[in-house]
């Protein structure tokens, strides 16, 4: 499985959610070879991959060979331009596009996406990420505005928590870190995770 992960704006979580997913698959019992192609000019994920020694995955500059593995998780430069999210989800099983809650997240968000009708929609999900602690109702405002022009989302969202924060100081994820937050914000990723690998054994 090929997943290719691009965002409309900085800062809304690529790279965590990136890493995030790629611990995920390689943690799963049937997980097989996990690779993370980092491909973000920012090299965010190839930099804490060098600070992850026991990392259950490979990280890689997406430039590198890839080799063949069961799953691959690409992380993109930031600010993906409109008319390369065609080339991006034609190379993928799955497209995810993570966007915080703000308005100037999900404005840009929707105008990029609404304006690409060609976008499959078997083949992308929007994430919302960076949910305040008591943000449901910004959260649910933020699902309508999507719906309301029909665009795919996950279920699962990824609230915001400072232990991504310390985890990613440390090279490691959060679910290799203690506490009910690492507990929290890894149940959000598997969560993620199975909505994810759905229909993929």
């Not at 704006?9 to 698959?25: E, F, M, P, R, W």
């Amino acid at each position: 499985m090929i997943i290719t992960i691009a965002s409309f704006k900085g800062g809304v979580g690529k790279s965590t959610t990136a890493i995030h997913l790629a611990q995920y698959l390689a943690t799963r019992r049937s997980g097989g070879k996990v690779v993370l192609a980092d491909g973000d000019p920012n090299h965010s994920a190839l930099s804490w991959g060098r600070r992850s020694p026991g990392c259950k995955f490979t990280v890689i500059d997406a430039d590198d060979d890839l080799g063949e593995p069961d799953h691959i998780v690409v992380d993109t430069a930031a600010r993906t331009e409109p008319d390369e999210l065609l080339a991006l989800v034609e190379g993928s099983d799955l497209l995810l596009l993570p966007t915080a809650i703000t308005s100037f997240s999900l404005e840009a968000t929707i105008k990029t996406l609404v304006n690409l009708p060609q976008l499959p929609p078997d083949r992308y999900r929007v994430l919302l990420t960076l949910v305040p602690a008591r943000g449901q109702a910004r959260e649910a405002q933020a699902r309508e505005a999507l719906t309301a022009v029909n665009l795919q989302t996950f279920k699962s969202r990824i609230q915001s928590r400072v232990i991504f924060a310390d985890a990613e100081l440390e090279g490691l994820t959060v679910d290799k870190m203690k506490g009910a937050s690492a507990k929290a914000a890894w149940s959000d990723y598997e969560s993620l995770g199975k909505e994810v690998t759905k229909g993929w054994k």
